[in-house]
């Protein structure tokens, strides 16, 4: 099983569960499937991802998901696939990304998961 990680920039990673229900452009895709298909297109590929939070939680991404109705919290992210310190580990992008929505599974303040949108996704090389 492959670990992920977000990382939002600034040494501001943080460990994920899982990496689930990535849709590019209306059509639902398998994360993993995609990571292998080393996807190179021309366009954009706008769409959104299910990211599930680990017990270990960063205090930036917290906030970052907490502010799911500020425009100004658009970024560039990252998601990693494996070790962040191993060059060998994938990387994508998500270019002007934003939480849009959060999940609270417990009576705890943290969003347990949440759907990051994002204008265009890339693999990194």
Same mark, same amino acid.
């Given at each position: 099983?492959t670990?992920?990680?977000?990382? #939002?920039?600034d +040494? +501001? @990673? *943080?460990v #994920?569960? =899982?990496? &689930?229900k #990535? &849709?590019l452009?209306g059509? *639902?895709?398998? /994360?993993?499937? /995609?990571?292998?298909? %080393? @996807?190179?297109?021309?366009?954009?590929?706008?769409? +959104?991802?299910?990211?599930t939070?680990? %017990?270990?939680r960063?205090?930036?991404?917290?906030?970052?998901? *907490?502010?799911? *109705? +500020?425009?100004?919290?658009?970024?560039d992210? !990252?998601?990693?696939?494996?070790?962040? @310190?191993?060059?060998t =580990?994938?990387?994508?992008r998500?270019t002007?990304?934003?939480?849009?929505a =959060?999940?609270? #599974?417990d009576e705890?303040?943290?969003?347990?998961?949440?759907? !990051? =949108?994002?204008?265009?996704i &890339? !693999?990194?090389?």
């Open positions: 099983m670990a992920y990680h977000l990382d #939002l920039g +040494n +501001n @990673a *943080e #994920l569960d =899982s990496v &689930t #990535l &849709t452009t059509s *639902e895709l398998d /994360f993993e499937s /995609f990571l292998a298909s %080393d @996807a190179r297109v021309p366009v954009p590929l706008w769409g +959104n991802v299910v990211l939070r680990g %017990d270990v960063h205090p930036a991404t917290t906030t970052w998901v *907490e502010d799911v *109705e +500020n425009t100004d919290t658009h970024q992210v !990252i998601l990693i696939a494996g070790d962040p @310190a191993a060059p =580990s994938r990387r994508v998500l002007d990304a934003w939480a849009s =959060s999940y609270h #599974l705890d303040d943290d969003p347990d998961a949440f759907v !990051i =949108s994002f204008a265009d &890339t !693999i990194e090389k």
